[in-house]
């Protein structure tokens, strides 16, 4: 694939395995990973400013991103070809893939709002994403109706 794509991916799947009560922490490479707990997390999450709202920050700007590569991706002509071309079939395997992962990481945002659950500010700010996310799903469900469809297709 290319390495933003890749980066993209790994983002909303670190996104998806926040557990109950779990924490996402940047990375130095740019990435987000899943907070290891240990004593010292909160100090060190002090120290260096990276507590909830960088999360909500890093989570939004993620996002953002998916968003508007996919939307790049559903406005390639590739997609109206009737004939399936590898480039086409490059695009909708994207589009296929960041769909689910996207879906999967509502349940990581959800335990999020878990972990914080006693900042309403936090927890609004969380819910406002994955209402983004259920947005952005649905459009693509409407310009792609057989997703599911072509998710199969591109694994045959």
Same mark, same amino acid.
């Given at each position: 694939?290319?390495e933003?794509?890749d980066?993209?991916i790994?983002?909303?799947?670190?996104?998806?395995?926040?557990?109950?009560?779990g924490?996402? &922490?940047?990375?130095?490479?740019?990435?987000?990973?899943?907070?290891? +707990?240990?004593i010292?997390?909160?100090l060190? @999450?002090?120290?260096?400013? +990276?507590?909830? %709202?960088?999360?909500v920050?890093?989570? @939004?700007s993620?996002?953002?991103e998916?968003?508007?590569? #996919?939307?790049?991706l559903?406005?390639?002509?590739?997609?109206? %070809?009737?004939?399936?071309? +590898?480039?086409? &079939?490059?695009?909708?395997?994207q589009?296929s #893939?960041?769909? @689910?992962?996207?879906e @999967?990481s509502?349940?990581?945002i %959800?335990n999020?709002?878990?972990?914080?659950?006693?900042?309403? +500010?936090?927890?609004s700010?969380?819910?406002?994403?994955i209402?983004?996310?259920?947005?952005?799903?649905?459009d693509?469900?409407?310009?792609?109706?057989?997703i %599911?469809?072509?998710?199969?297709m591109v694994?045959?």
């Amino acid at each position: 694939m290319n390495e933003k794509y890749d980066g993209m991916i790994l983002n909303l799947k670190n996104i998806a395995q926040v557990g109950f009560n779990g924490r996402l &922490r940047r990375t130095s490479k740019g990435s987000v990973t899943v907070e290891e +707990d240990h004593i010292l997390v909160p100090l060190k @999450r002090r120290i260096f400013s +990276d507590g909830r %709202e960088a999360t909500v920050i890093d989570i @939004r700007s993620i996002l953002n991103e998916v968003f508007a590569y #996919n939307k790049l991706l559903l406005s390639s002509k590739h997609l109206i %070809e009737p004939v399936k071309t +590898d480039e086409q &079939r490059k695009h909708l395997e994207q589009i296929s #893939n960041l769909y @689910r992962e996207l879906e @999967r990481s509502i349940q990581g945002i %959800e335990n999020l709002k878990s972990t914080y659950k006693g900042d309403v +500010d936090i927890c609004s700010k969380l819910e406002l994403q994955i209402e983004n996310i259920l947005s952005h799903l649905a459009d693509i469900k409407r310009k792609l109706p057989d997703i %599911e469809l072509e998710q199969q297709m591109v694994a045959l």
